[in-house]
Each structure stands twice: as structure tokens, then as C-alpha cells.
């Protein structure tokens, strides 16, 4: 790759742009706001990443148009409410379209379509496009933590190019062909990061986290495989992995939420004026959408839409889910 273009500069881009600019790569990220824009250029610095110096060799530009010309590879990270739009003002702006790797964890709210199924829908000229998901916390990432990651994809020389391009000594990608499990488990196991705030918030012990994840699990497994995935996917990196990320660092965004909502504040006041996006919000409304439109069963996120949507208290939540009809364990099920 010789110019990669980032859309998006929250947390995420800007360490995935951070990244690949210090491996060398001539990166261009495209911020709407113009003052993080400017703050990237004249003091390396993000406002959405703090404490976190930039490469020199970074640069942001607010301009569509010059921030995909010419780029060998797009990386989309933008919010997924705000995806189809952003495409749609990114297509037109293509002269030529290079490959794509979609880095947002969401559903479309109206059609619970996966983001890639978004992506190609706005731009359907694109050659290949993949997915980039795990337990990636973007912070952690930036410091330089290890880590690791998911690259799925269909085409297979998009996937095995992307990995040898994100791949670094502290991060480190492997490939998939399973896009739609890798996309289904990144976008619910947000869900399920509110359901455990909120658990840890009322002040639930060990027993009753362990619980909600291994149930979440089930429920993840369910949908994912429901809408073509993969089992193997849910119990790998993209799945398992990311959930366990997600629901139990205090740096995840969605749990933060969950956290507020278990200690009683409501919705408006859980999410606060950070002005960061926290996915599982609108994730929750196209998740229990799609799970009821192809009645698919999903208790721990039919009661976080309660609480989000219906302003149902959390102990009420709970109650629910612990008088259901008794049954047999198991993970489908």
C-alpha cells in the first residue's frame, strides 16, 4: 500500500491511522470537525484519544475529495448510524475505488443490515471489501499494548494484505473468511456490555456476571449463526474474546453506560456529553429489531431494550430473566 485514507477520526481511526503511520504508510484521516482536525496537524494530538502524541507524519484533512484521492485502501471507521451517509458522500467523491475494511461494530437500525452490506449497497463499485473486529480497546492499542484482531473478508488477497499491513510487533491480525459472524458478534457483544454494566452497577457479585456472559454467549451464538455465521466464530477472538473485553474494562464506552444505568441514573444521563458514540445504545434498537423480526429468542438484550427504550427499571430487568420458563442448558438454546 502506498496512501491509505482513514474516514474517521474517533478513538478507533485514530489509532488504527496512528498505526499505520508509524509503520511507514503514507495515511490520510478524515475528521469532520475542523478543530481536531487542526489539533491533529499542529500539536499531533486527538481530543477523542487523549494523552496520546500522534505520529509528525499524520495527517488530517476535513475535505472528502482530497482525503480519498488516490488512496490504495479506505478504512472506514465512522458510527454506524452515521455509515450509509458517509458512503453515500464518499462515493461520490471516488474517482477511482481501491479496497475497503470496514472497522465499525454496529447494525443499521431500519434493516439490521451488517456494516459491509451498508458499505456496498452506498458503494457498489468496490473490489473487495473486509471487516476488522476483536478485542480491540483503542486506548490500550495506542499505548502500544498487545493485542490482537480479525480480518474477514471474502477475498482472500484483501485479507492476507490487510493483515501484513496492520500486523506489527504488539498487534497482531489474523484472517477469517466468516464475515458475517465476525460483523454479528462485534455488533451484539455491545449489547451485552450494557446488560454487564448495568449487573455491575446494582452491585452483583461474580456468580451473576459469569452468568449473564455465558448466556450472552448463547444469545450471540444464536443470531450470529441465524444470519449465517459461523459457531467457530463466536468462540474465537471477534466473539468470546471481544465480549470479554467489552463487558469488563472499565475503558469500554458501552459498559460505562450499563454502569450508569445500574446505578440508577436514566438513559439521557448514562450517556452523557463525552461526545463519544457508545455503539450498544443504537445497537440495542437494530438488534432486538432484527432478533424479532426472524424470531430469534435473546432475553438479556430484550431486557437492556427495557431498560435503554422503555425506561424499565434494572431490577425489573432482572426479575425477568430470572422467573423465565425453566429449561435445558445449552449454548443455542
Do not use: W
Given at each position: 500500500m502506498t496512501s491509505i485514507t482513514v474516514i474517521g477520526a474517533g478513538a478507533w481511526g485514530t489509532t488504527l491511522a496512528a498505526l499505520l503511520a508509524r509503520k511507514g504508510e503514507t495515511v490520510r484521516l478524515w475528521v469532520r470537525e475542523p478543530e481536531v482536525a487542526a489539533g491533529i496537524n499542529r500539536d499531533h494530538e486527538n481530543r477523542f484519544l487523549p494523552a496520546i502524541t500522534l505520529p509528525a507524519s499524520l495527517r488530517a484533512v476535513t475535505d472528502m475529495a482530497e482525503a480519498a484521492d488516490g488512496a490504495a485502501l479506505l478504512v472506514l471507521a465512522v458510527p454506524s448510524r452515521w455509515m450509509r451517509s458517509t458512503c453515500a458522500a464518499l462515493n461520490g467523491q471516488l474517482r477511482t475505488v481501491p479496497p475497503l475494511v470496514t472497522v465499525t461494530k454496529g447494525l443499521e437500525i431500519e434493516t439490521g443490515k451488517r456494516m459491509s452490506e451498508v458499505i456496498l449497497e452506498e458503494i457498489p463499485r468496490l473490489p473487495a471489501i473486509a471487516a476488522l473486529s476483536g478485542p480491540n480497546l483503542a486506548l490500550e492499542i495506542a499505548q502500544g499494548q498487545p493485542a490482537a484482531t480479525v480480518i474477514a473478508g471474502s477475498d482472500s488477497r484483501l485479507t492476507a494484505d490487510a493483515q501484513e499491513l496492520f500486523m506489527t510487533p504488539l498487534f497482531r491480525?489474523?484472517?477469517?473468511?466468516?464475515?458475517?459472524?465476525?460483523?454479528?458478534?462485534?455488533?451484539?457483544?455491545?449489547?451485552?456490555?450494557?446488560?454487564?454494566?448495568?449487573?455491575?452497577?446494582?452491585?452483583?457479585?461474580?456468580?451473576?456476571?459469569?452468568?449473564?456472559?455465558?448466556?450472552?454467549?448463547?444469545?450471540?451464538?444464536?443470531?450470529?449463526?441465524?444470519?449465517?455465521?459461523?459457531?467457530?466464530?463466536?468462540?474465537?477472538?471477534?466473539?468470546?474474546?471481544?465480549?470479554?473485553?467489552?463487558?469488563?474494562?472499565?475503558?469500554?464506552?458501552?459498559?460505562?453506560?450499563?454502569?450508569?444505568?445500574?446505578?440508577?441514573?436514566?438513559?439521557?444521563?448514562?450517556?452523557?456529553?463525552?461526545?463519544?458514540?457508545?455503539?450498544?445504545?443504537?445497537?440495542?434498537?437494530?438488534?432486538?429489531?432484527?432478533?424479532?423480526?426472524?424470531?430469534?429468542?435473546?432475553?438479556?438484550?430484550?431486557?437492556?431494550?427495557?431498560?435503554?427504550?422503555?425506561?424499565?427499571?434494572?431490577?425489573?430487568?432482572?426479575?425477568?430473566?430470572?422467573?423465565?420458563?425453566?429449561?435445558?442448558?445449552?449454548?443455542?438454546?
Open positions: 491480525p489474523y484472517t477469517s473468511a466468516d464475515i458475517v459472524g465476525v460483523e454479528m458478534c462485534g455488533a451484539v457483544k455491545n449489547v451485552i456490555a450494557i446488560g454487564m454494566g448495568i449487573c455491575e452497577g446494582m452491585g452483583y457479585g461474580d456468580n451473576a456476571k459469569a452468568a449473564l456472559l455465558t448466556r450472552a454467549v448463547a444469545e450471540i451464538g444464536r443470531l450470529t449463526q441465524h444470519m449465517g455465521g459461523q459457531a467457530e466464530t463466536v468462540a474465537g477472538l471477534s466473539g468470546v474474546g471481544d465480549l470479554m473485553a467489552t463487558c469488563f474494562s472499565p475503558l469500554s464506552r458501552n459498559h460505562r453506560v450499563g454502569l450508569a444505568l445500574g446505578r440508577g441514573q436514566d438513559a439521557a444521563g448514562a450517556l452523557g456529553d463525552s461526545g463519544q458514540v457508545a455503539e450498544g445504545v443504537p445497537t440495542t434498537d437494530a438488534v432486538i429489531r432484527l432478533a424479532r423480526r426472524l424470531a430469534v429468542e435473546m432475553p438479556i438484550c430484550e431486557q437492556v431494550y427495557a431498560i435503554l427504550f422503555d425506561h424499565q427499571p434494572p431490577a425489573n430487568a432482572v426479575a425477568t430473566l430470572m422467573t423465565r420458563e425453566r429449561r435445558m442448558e445449552k449454548l443455542a438454546g
